[in-house]
């Protein structure tokens, strides 16, 4: 299998990188002067194109994160020179030249645009109070301001909106993008324009461990099989130069990426079949069962009175088909063909029509905006035995509920015009379930479904021992076995411990790509979830403290066992009735705030949790680069009087001590647990003079 290895690009500053696909090949813009294009046909491989606009475009300024959108046969950019505002360029062609057709309309930096199914326009751009946005009346005209609610507590920047069944999604980048914790967040809505909230795992992206960090600014495209989507995005460098990142992101109650990775991962599957309609092996890609056709200017003309019908046939009764045509010249009648259907488009009208073999109108549907036939327009179906969900240019404009069968071919066919065909696919398998077909990289959480046979690929880095968390209801802790089989050989897991409602194993790994698949015993029950990552040592660490705050945080040691204490003993001041000190646990991704590394801003930019006492109480808080309230407890000491905080972490089960008393002050059990990190304190507005801490 072949594989690629993040950075995927390095040396030529592909800072904010947006990628477009369009008539099956990938074109993929940076911020840099010229507003360079590269181009892929699988999105690891990239070739450069060269400048897309003039050295006098925008004389002396940077383009910052140009952003391409294709619309009946018009590219327009959206740039925004020095973060001082956006203008409008257009182009005929990808890769340029682009010229300027607005002067500076504002909005700051970072402009996004989303095309709606129904065709209207919005505009996405980064503001200090989040994420903002607008309706556009056109490609350059923009309407009134909208705050979309997406916002990182913090400069917030880089949107893009992907809309997935009825659903919008939108990836935006936070933190300074000089700072280790520059990071990529997710939120989804009903609305293409407001009430977006966030997603439960976010960040989505975040990597704060030299020398791969700065991981933000991402953009969303479909790969090479039309049914996996993959995200890009950069890394920086000690010279501030970034690097090309890619991993899948998966869109479904939440947002979640297969990664980030910066080990080998297998490539972007390639589609069944596939044909850019101007190569040698073209002809024998196709039947030509009337007419005639040639290639003139990068596409296969097909003359009226046409019909093709593809050498290749359907594999699968669920898939995705990609076709690429307009008109070059001529009215009437022309489509494309799927086993015993065709989708029959008129020169004359927005009608879009479903018929069957003998000419009968199954389904007819109306574009529901301007649709110029002479450009080049993407048709993509999704079918599988419900009937076939038709996207042109990337939005939804149907259903048909008809089957297509396997074993069918696809075709083009013209009644009137002269027609232009460009780069055709098919791929067989279900979105809904091509998931299932990735390798997921480790560390990594997996769903599991009822069934108590379930097939896993995992993607290792290392070689080494792994934990097996295991999440299910009513776990009966005498016999809770578990077999693996790796790559079919029979394996069972030393078994550690269980909680009600996990089971710990603990499972040697080689590096490299496995499938495998798990068969739990009867004392566990309803699995949902199998989560992987690197087993922890059994350390005894001791640090003394000294001159630590008032805002700060660091850890220590190697990952925590699923089961471990730790203890503070420390003496210092509170610097106001809001200060806090406390431990830090199961703690990943650590970063400050920032360009100049604040430590203020930074207080909770880290995944895991706390124990703070602060004034009069006592609280455990869970972090995703936030700060969310789990339990607390009123106490009878100020935050200046106690000098003593252990907690005892048994799975997913937290307890909290005070001034060595033996009756826990907090009990908590989180149901849905972050399982491996790391130890250490964290003060908030509190100044230590010295500590004790200690983990067993």
């Known amino acids: 299998m072949n594989l690629y290895c993040n ?19 990938y074109y993929l813009y940076c911020t840099n002067p010229d507003i360079r294009c590269w181009s892929s046909d699988n999105l690891v491989d990239w070739e450069l194109e060269g400048p897309t606009i003039n050295s006098d475009t925008f004389p002396s300024l940077v383009p910052f994160a140009p952003e391409v959108v294709y619309w009946n ?32 309309i504002a909005h700051c930096i970072d402009g996004s645009v989303f095309i709606d199914d129904d065709g209207k326009w919005y505009f996405y751009w980064a503001d200090e109070s989040g994420i903002l946005g607008c309706e556009m009346n056109s490609p350059t005209e923009f309407g009134e301001v909208v705050n979309t609610g997406a916002y990182m507590h913090g400069w917030t920047e880089g949107p893009m909106v992907v809309k997935e069944n009825g659903i919008y999604y939108m990836t935006y980048t936070g933190n300074h993008y000089l700072s280790k914790g520059y990071r990529i967040n997710a939120a989804k809505s009903r609305h293409p324009l407001k009430g977006y909230k966030d997603c439960s795992c976010n960040p989505i992206i975040v990597h704060t461990e030299e020398p791969w960090v700065g991981l933000g600014h991402s953009s969303t495209v479909y790969g090479p099989d039309m049914l996996t989507r993959y995200i890009f995005y950069h890394n920086i460098n000690p010279d501030r130069s970034r690097d090309l990142n890619i991993d899948i992101i998966i869109l479904d109650e939440s947002v979640h990426v297969l990664g980030p990775t910066n080990f080998p991962q297998p490539v972007p599957r390639l589609p069944d079949f596939s044909d850019n309609m101007i190569s040698n092996k073209s002809v024998e890609n196709w039947d030509l069962l009337k007419g005639k056709w040639e290639i003139y200017n990068g596409f296969r003309i097909a003359y009226p009175n046409f019909w093709c019908l593809s050498t ?19 009215e009437g009648t022309y489509g494309v063909s799927i086993g015993d259907f065709c989708i029959v488009m008129d020169t004359a009208s927005n009608l879009v029509k479903l018929t069957g073999q003998d000419g009968t109108t199954l389904h007819e549907c109306i574009i529901p905006y301007e649709y110029l036939h002479h450009a080049l327009h993407c048709l993509r179906l999704r079918y599988d035995r419900d009937g076939i969900h038709l996207y042109i240019d990337g939005r939804k ?34 979105a809904k379930n091509a998931t299932e077909e990735l390798f997921v990289p480790v560390p990594c959480s997996v769903s599991l479904n009822e069934k108590m046979h379930k097939k896993i690929k995992l993607n290792v880095a290392q070689t080494e021992e792994y934990v097996f968390s295991v999440e ?11 077999i693996v089989t790796i790559d079919g050989n029979d394996t069972e897991p030393a078994f550690i411990k269980a909680s009600c409602d996990i089971a710990i194993y603990t499972l040697t790994l080689s590096r490299g790509l496995h499938e495998m698949s798990i068969v739990l015993s009867d004392g566990l029950h309803c699995p949902s979830t199998l989560y992987v990552h690197k087993n922890g040592k059994n350390e005894h660490i001791v640090r003394k403290i000294r001159s630590f705050g008032p805002y700060d945080k660091q850890c220590w040691g190697d990952i925590d066992l699923p089961h471990f204490k730790a203890g503070l003993n420390f003496k210092g001041r509170a610097k106001s009735e809001h200060a806090s000190i406390g431990i830090i646990f199961r703690a990943s991704e650590l970063s400050d705030g920032g360009e100049g590394d604040d430590k203020r801003l930074g207080i909770n930019f880290f995944i895991g949790y706390c124990i703070s006492l602060e004034y009069n109480r006592v609280v455990l808080t869970r972090h995703r680069y936030d700060e969310k309230e789990l339990l607390s407890k009123k106490i009878n000491y100020c935050c200046a009087d106690i000098h003593n905080l252990n907690i005892q972490i048994d799975i997913n089960d937290i307890k909290v001590f005070i001034n060595n008393c033996d009756a826990a002050v907090i009990e908590y059990h989180d149901p849905s647990p972050i399982l491996f990190g790391r130890s250490g304190i964290r003060v908030k507005d509190y100044e230590i003079d010295y500590a004790t801490f200690y983990k067993l």
């Open 312 to 330: 290749h046939t359907l594999y699968t009764e669920s898939g995705v088909i990609e076709f690429n045509l307009s008109v070059m010249s001529g």
């Open 73 to 104: 046969g018009v590219f327009y950019m959206y740039t925004s020179p020095n973060g001082m505002g956006h203008y409008v360029l257009k182009s005929k062609s990808a890769t340029g030249p682009f010229y300027a057709v607005t002067g500076n």
């Open 7 to 25: 950075p995927i690009k390095k040396q030529g500053d592909f800072a904010d990188p947006f990628v477009l696909r369009y008539n099956g090949k």
């Open 472 to 482: 299910c209801k009513e776990v009966q802790k005498d016999r809770a076995s578990l």
């Open 397 to 430: 404009a149907t259903e048909f509920n008809v089957p297509i069968c396997a074993g069918g071919q696809i075709g083009y066919f013209s009644e009137g015009p002269i027609i232009e065909m460009g780069y055709t696919a098919f791929n067989s398998g279900d």
